[in-house]
């Protein structure tokens, strides 16, 4: 089994910054992609960024320029430093792991979410 735990999401301004984290424990023999998902309320879940474990990264033109995904493969972390905040950006954050276990099954695993609020 393999776990995802958030942190690091809160309360900002707008124009504030956050950073946040999130760890990868249990069963792990490699994992491939990491990214990190938004769902506002009454919205569908939406991809913000990703990262390959070689390093690439993807962004969402509304995040472009503002946020930065990050990884350190040696502690299965994925990390999203968040600058420039708007309201906007109010979400529960998810992050996301394509993971293989030691018994090379793959399988795609969620965090429990992390709440981002961007007062105006």
């Known amino acids: 089994q393999v776990q995802l735990v958030e942190s690091g999401g809160g309360l900002v301004q707008a124009g504030g910054s956050l950073r946040l984290s999130c760890s990868a424990s249990?069963?792990?023999?490699?994992?491939?992609?990491m990214g990190w998902y938004r769902q506002a309320p009454g919205k569908q879940r939406e991809l913000v960024a990703t990262?390959?474990?070689?390093?690439?990264?993807n962004y969402v033109d509304p995040v472009k320029g503002r946020f930065t995904i990050s990884r350190d493969n040696a502690k299965n972390t994925v990390y999203l430093q968040m600058n420039s905040l708007k309201p906007e950006d109010t979400s529960v954050y998810y992050c996301?792991?394509?993971?293989?276990?030691?018994?090379?099954?793959?399988?795609?695993?969620w965090g429990q979410g992390t709440q981002v609020t961007v007062s105006s």
């Open positions: 996301n792991a394509h993971v293989v276990d030691r018994s090379m099954f793959a399988y795609m695993y």
């Open positions: 249990g069963s792990i023999f490699s994992i491939n992609a």
């Open positions: 990262i390959t474990n070689g390093g690439s990264t």
